[in-house]
């Protein structure tokens, strides 16, 4: 049977998927999940329509339709592209390309099929009736993701207490994927993310997002085991200062520990700016600016339809906000409705006071928040370094009875070292 569809998407779930309904609406298709044979696939198939994905590895899909379109044995054949790279520079470029349409993931199951269909069909090409029997779709079972809290005070120094519960560790937390170990900065705290990698031996890849460079959102990365292994491999995402680069402000933070040598391990740089990416299928990753001295970006995760927000330093105005503030609105729109929300909750009520514009929050400001924008779970992270485990205690006591009181569907507590959430 001549192929009519070719579908080149490196994601093998949502290239199954396509795949199925395709064959639904009665058209025979052929997946191509290797990027880098799909133009001479296409060329020996000749089918009548292909869909391509943007973000894959090998040949990006705009630069595999540009090819295709330039090429006179393919330069007939339809496309379409399906993404979830869908900024309107991306649908702009598609349709100069050539694309027939854009389709953002993840897509209406119900109208895909339509839409091919209607597309074929204005190139004279009916689906083959193909007969199938019924049978009931099987349940998908939700994957769990896992979070670790690796540290979250706000500075290991000599001040902190010497006995703590909650541990002296500076910022890291991590979220485990099926497939990917995302790492959020790289304070003191990674060294034991470090150790638990090298024991277990399951990933030999990170992604590390870093917030910005303050001393004690780095401070862990020259230390970190992975970085001495030459097999391994450390994509480094954040955002350069306007005077200095993410290159440059990444050698900074390694010098203590390698010295003018660079790492064994590989290193992939991406500098990132207030915007949307889609880090790997079916994983975004939002960075937005926040409330904080210097360039410092916050993060929103959306994966496997859960959504986590990481904003260790972050100054919520609360009731001190005027109406030329407007960091309260824009932070709650990226917000709302968080399965996990990871937030500053550095001060007391009292000493916010006197700290006020430092660009870190009272604890109690952050649990309003959460609470009017349906935040599901809170772990107030980057406690003042000064405050002992009596304190501590009385904060988590505090934020649980604010979230009560209001009658908000809010769990809420301290982060601790070794801290472990699953969502």
């Not at 379109?69 to 790279?85: C, F, L, M, N």
């Not at 003191?188 to 870093?210: A, C, H, T, V």
């Not at 207030?274 to 410092?296: C, D, K, S, W």
């Amino acid at each position: 049977m001549a192929i009519q569809v070719i579908v080149v998407d490196d994601d093998p779930i949502v290239g199954s998927l396509s795949m199925e309904l395709l064959k639904d609406a009665g058209f025979s298709a052929l997946l191509i999940q290797d990027s880098l044979k799909a133009q001479e696939a296409i060329k020996k198939e000749k089918p009548s329509l292909v869909i391509l994905d943007i973000l894959m590895p090998g040949i990006d899909g705009l630069t595999l339709l540009h090819r295709l379109k330039s090429d006179p044995e393919t330069e007939k054949v339809r496309a379409i592209v399906v993404s979830g790279k869908s900024f309107e520079a991306e649908k702009t470029r598609a349709a100069q390309f050539g694309a027939e349409l854009f389709i953002e993931k993840p897509y209406d199951v119900d109208t895909f099929g339509q839409k091919i269909t209607e597309i074929m069909k204005s190139e004279g090409v009916e689906p083959k009736k193909i007969a199938l029997a019924p049978s009931a779709p099987a349940p998908v079972p939700r994957t769990e993701i896992k979070a670790v809290v690796w540290g979250c005070r706000s500075a290991s120094s000599a001040v902190s207490p010497v006995v703590t519960r909650y541990g002296k560790h500076t910022s890291c937390v991590s979220v485990e994927l099926p497939s990917a170990m995302l790492v959020f900065d790289a304070g003191s705290g990674i060294s034991l993310l470090g150790n638990e990698l090298e024991k277990s031996k399951r990933f030999k890849e990170l992604w590390l997002f870093l917030t910005h460079f303050h001393h004690d959102h780095v401070e862990g990365l020259a230390g970190l085991p992975c970085a001495r292994d030459a097999g391994f491999t450390l994509n480094v995402s954040g955002a350069g200062e306007p005077d200095k680069t993410l290159e440059r402000a990444l050698a900074e933070a390694l010098e203590p520990g390698f010295g003018t040598d660079a790492p064994p391990c590989k290193i992939e740089l991406y500098e990132l700016m207030e915007q949307t990416y889609e880090i790997m299928p079916g994983v975004r990753l939002t960075a937005f600016y926040a409330n904080h001295p210097g360039t410092t970006l916050g993060f929103v995760l959306q994966a496997e339809d859960r959504k986590i927000v990481y904003c260790p330093d972050s100054e919520i105005y609360g009731e001190y906000g005027t109406a030329l503030q407007d960091y309260d609105e824009k932070l709650g729109g990226l917000c709302r409705d968080a399965d996990l929300m990871f937030h500053d909750g550095r001060y007391t009520a009292e000493d916010y006071k006197n700290h006020r514009n430092s660009g870190h929050s009272s604890f109690l400001a952050a649990v309003d928040f959460a609470g009017r924008n349906g935040v599901k779970q809170l772990v107030l992270v980057h406690q003042d370094d000064s405050y002992p485990d009596a304190v501590l205690d009385q904060m988590g006591k505090d934020a649980e009875a604010r979230a009560a009181k209001n009658g908000w569907a809010l769990k809420v507590m301290l982060g601790r070292e070794g801290l472990r959430l699953s969502i």
